[in-house]
Structures are given as C-alpha cells and as structure tokens.
C-alpha cells in the first residue's frame, strides 16, 4: 500500500515526458512543413505565400518556449539518470528545431528578394537539396519518438550525402556567376538559400546526436563522413 503513491507519481511523470516528446514531434513536424511550403513558394515565385511562411515562424517559436517551461517542470520533480537525459534532449531538440523553422523561413524571404529575378536554371539543384534536409528531419523525428538510436546513426550518416549535394550546387552557382555578372545577384541569393538548408541538416544531426545520447549516455558515437567542402573556396 505504501508504494502506491510512488507509483502513481512515477506514471504522472511517464505520462507527461511522453506529452512532451509528442509535443516536439509535432513542434518538428510543423518546421518541416514550413520548410516544404518555403521550397514550393521558391518554385512557384508567389511572394504572398512566402510572406505567410514568414508570419507562421512564429507559431514554431510559441512552441519551443512551452516546451522548454513544460521541461523545466518535469525537472523540479526529482529525475534519475535515464531522465535526467531524457530532459536534456527536451531542452536541446526544440532549440534546433526553432532554428530549423527559422531557417525554413529565411528560404521564403529570399525566394522573395529571387522573384525580382527570372527564373534560375539552379531552382531543381535546390529543390533536390531542400528535399534531402526535409527527410533528414523528418527520419531523425521518428528516431527521437521511438528512441532509436540506430536509426538516428543512420540519420546522422546521411548528412554527408546532403552535404555533397550543397557542395556541387555551391560550384555550379560560382561558375554561373563567373560566365555572366547578371547572374551575380540572383546566385547571391540561392546560395544564401542553400547554405539554410545545408545548416537544416546539420541540425537534423545534432538532433540525431541527441537521440543517441539520450539512448547511449555517454558512450562515444561512431565516426562518420563529412563532405562540405565549400570551406575550401570561401563558404557563403
């Protein structure tokens, strides 16, 4: 009888950490689509749906500020190990997918600065590249729901692929910008864009980072490849 109030304490706190990790899920899956409108408005040029991605950055920003109150909360109740971990990925994973939204964002303002432009042949390399960062985010979110860390190894993994496609589009906008100065400011823009979603994945890391620690502790992560090799011509 006397481990009954435990218990029902220890369920109360089960119940609202599971709250919270779906709470992040839907915070996260809310970045993405911001990020999915912001790559559609790019293509379709429609300055009033950007402007409305814009506004919507907002609402992603309220969420991650109530999470991380609800995570301070649970933390005031006395947490093991396992949760003290678990608290930690709840303060660490909204921040960046507030950044992520954020990121989604600045791609819809400069598809507006873009539109003043005709339209550029580089769009579809952009396309693939936001295309890559969106399922890195969406994959690493199933990880962290399901706490799994093999998969957001995986996740973690992959970023080398999105890398090197940023990499390729970064040489493909110089060497345009090289052939002709016209292109030289709508260029300008598109890899501003790209460097965004580049930095989406690496976020989408970091929460895949997070995962493992969460899972693993302090258990060292396995090595993994690196491909952005902008640095090497003067990053954006």
Same mark, same amino acid.
Request: proline fraction near 5%.
């Given at each position: ?13 089960? *119940? ?38 814009i506004a ?7 969420? *991650? ?106 040489? *493909? ?13 709508p260029c ?49």
């Amino acid at each position: 009888m006397n481990t009954q109030p435990n218990d029902h304490i220890v369920k109360s706190y089960d *119940e609202e950490q599971r709250r919270i990790v779906a709470e992040i899920v839907r915070m996260g899956e809310t970045a993405v689509a911001q990020l999915e409108a912001a790559l559609d408005v790019v293509e379709r040029r429609d300055d009033k749906a950007a402007q409305r991605i814009i506004a919507n950055d907002e609402a992603i920003d309220a969420i *991650e500020h109530q999470v991380s109150h609800d995570v301070m909360h649970l933390a005031l109740r006395g947490p093991m190990a396992r949760d003290l971990r678990e608290i930690l990925a709840g303060l660490r994973i909204p921040a960046d997918i507030e950044r992520i939204g954020d990121y989604a964002a600045n791609v819809a303002k400069r598809s507006i600065a873009l539109n003043v432009s005709p339209p550029m042949p580089q769009i579809t390399g952009l396309r693939a590249l936001g295309k890559l960062a969106a399922r890195q985010v969406r994959d690493v979110l199933v990880a962290y729901q399901n706490s799994d860390a093999e998969q957001a190894v995986q996740v973690r993994a992959r970023d080398a692929e999105l890398d090197a496609h940023y990499t390729a589009l970064f040489r *493909e906008l110089l060497t345009y910008m090289m052939e002709d100065p016209r292109n030289i400011t709508p260029c300008t823009h598109l890899l501003f864009m790209a460097k965004n979603l580049e930095r989406i994945g690496d976020h989408a890391t970091n929460i895949a980072e997070n995962v493992w620690f969460l899972v693993h502790g302090d258990q060292p992560l396995p090595p993994r490849d690196k491909r952005d090799e902008t640095s090497t011509t003067g990053a954006v």
